[in-house]
């Protein structure tokens, strides 16, 4: 909960309209009731239920053009490898969050939708 805070205060500030949810499945939920409503996803890796990585590929059959940014605290190469074939936008390392998280996102939303 925390970190959904956080986040979406964080964007909130950067002036991006947000929806924050605090599971995956809500996230979901809201994405399959409305797909065009949402442009972009910030999730962290490591959730209940499911982590980052399944978050998107669920989100990629959805909305297969929206971009995903996935925080975490170590990324792997086998992450970034899952994170090719399932067409997350980027990967972030958790420590960096604050930092490069609003331009990272305004670069994933000026970016055209068929690379993202």
């Known amino acids: 909960p925390a970190m959904v805070l956080m986040m979406e205060g964080l964007l909130l500030r950067a002036g991006y309209r947000v929806s924050a949810f605090g599971h995956p499945h809500a996230a979901l939920a809201a994405a399959r009731a409305d797909p065009a409503a949402y442009d972009l996803c910030v999730t962290d890796f490591n959730m ?42 980027a990967l972030l390392q958790k420590e960096y969050t604050l930092e490069r ?8 939303l000026e970016r055209p939708r068929d690379e993202a």
């Open 48 to 89: 209940p239920d499911m982590n980052g990585m399944d978050l998107a590929e669920a989100l990629a059959g959805i909305a297969p053009r929206m971009p995903v940014i996935i925080t975490s605290g170590f990324i792997s190469d086998e992450m970034r490898a899952r994170a090719e074939t399932d067409r997350v936008g």
């Open 101 to 108: 998280l609003a331009g990272l996102v305004h670069v994933l």
